[in-house]
């Protein structure tokens, strides 16, 4: 915040030198007083706290304007913290699950979705060595699953393991020249819009309930000193 102190301190350097040029000007046509009309004075002075109103509410302004762009900086650096967090916390969660029998169920899902992406008459299912044994079990019926979702036959064969080790699977076509990727990370980068938001709407929420957002000082306070 220190940018932002300089910034609004500057500001206020730059007003109060102003004012002081008005104040000047005021207190000449003051002491002119016998020589001018008093509805000049009048005037002069209506003009002299019209200009230093208007300046008052420029600083104002500014000052928001600091504040609402520290602010915005803040809660950009806070969503991408936490979506990082949330990738890293699936990614381990959905690793943890592997181990399950449910897990199978999943697993033969994606291989259904990137067939059905894929589109290809034949295509090439490459999983990490992990997800291997699992794979040979449910291939068969994720090729039936995609046939009747496609409406002709579709065959599906194991390929070589992914050399990463990536959990999910990827498709490619017997050409080699079209794939679609289903790992686990890749999917997340797909949804990364959708989970952005929900982080958003999730930090969001839990401002509303923070600490009370900060005021700035009224114009009629001053500093002793």
């Known amino acids: 915040m220190k940018q932002e102190s300089e910034l609004i301190h500057g500001i206020?350097?730059?007003?109060?030198?102003?004012?002081?040029?008005?104040?000047?000007?005021?207190?000449?046509?003051e002491r002119d007083r016998?020589?001018?009309?008093d509805r000049e004075i009048e005037d002069a002075r209506r003009d002299i706290e019209r200009r230093a109103e208007a300046q008052r509410k420029r600083i104002d302004k500014a000052a928001r304007a600091v504040l609402a762009?520290?602010?915005?900086?803040?809660e950009l650096e806070t969503s991408?913290?936490?979506?990082?967090?949330?990738?890293?916390?699936?990614?381990?969660?959905?690793?943890?699950?592997?181990?399950?029998?449910?897990?199978?169920?999943?697993?033969?899902?994606?291989?259904?979705?990137?067939?059905?992406?894929?589109?290809?008459d034949e295509a090439v299912v490459t999983v990490s060595p992990e997800e291997r044994k699992l794979c040979e079990k449910i291939l068969k019926?994720?090729?039936?699953?995609?046939?009747?979702a496609i409406g002709h036959?579709?065959?599906?064969?194991?390929?070589?393991?992914?050399?990463?080790?990536?959990?999910?699977?990827?498709?490619?076509?017997?050409?080699?020249?079209?794939?679609?990727?289903n790992q686990v990370h890749t999917r997340m980068l797909?949804?990364?819009?959708?989970?952005?938001?929900?982080?958003y709407d999730e930090l969001s929420r839990a401002d509303e309930h923070s600490a009370p957002e900060?005021?700035?000082?009224?114009?009629?306070?001053h500093n002793d000193g």
Not at 34 to 37: E, I, N, R
Not at 88 to 116: C, M, P, Q
Request: a negative charge; zero cysteines.
């Open 12 to 29: 206020e350097e730059q007003t109060q030198a102003e004012i002081d040029t008005l104040t000047a000007q005021l207190e000449k046509i």
């Open 34 to 37: 016998s020589s001018v009309a």
């Open 69 to 74: 762009t520290e602010r915005h900086k803040i």
């Open 80 to 120: 991408n913290r936490f979506f990082e967090q949330v990738l890293e916390e699936s990614t381990r969660r959905l690793r943890e699950l592997s181990g399950d029998e449910r897990y199978g169920e999943i697993l033969k899902a994606w291989i259904v979705e990137a067939a059905v992406g894929l589109a290809a």
């Open 141 to 148: 019926d994720a090729e039936r699953e995609t046939s009747r």
């Open 153 to 181: 036959e579709v065959r599906l064969t194991l390929g070589p393991n992914d050399s990463r080790g990536n959990q999910g699977v990827v498709l490619t076509s017997v050409s080699g020249r079209t794939a679609f990727n």
């Open 190 to 199: 797909r949804k990364e819009t959708e989970l952005r938001r929900i982080v």
């Open 214 to 221: 900060p005021t700035l000082p009224r114009e009629n306070e």
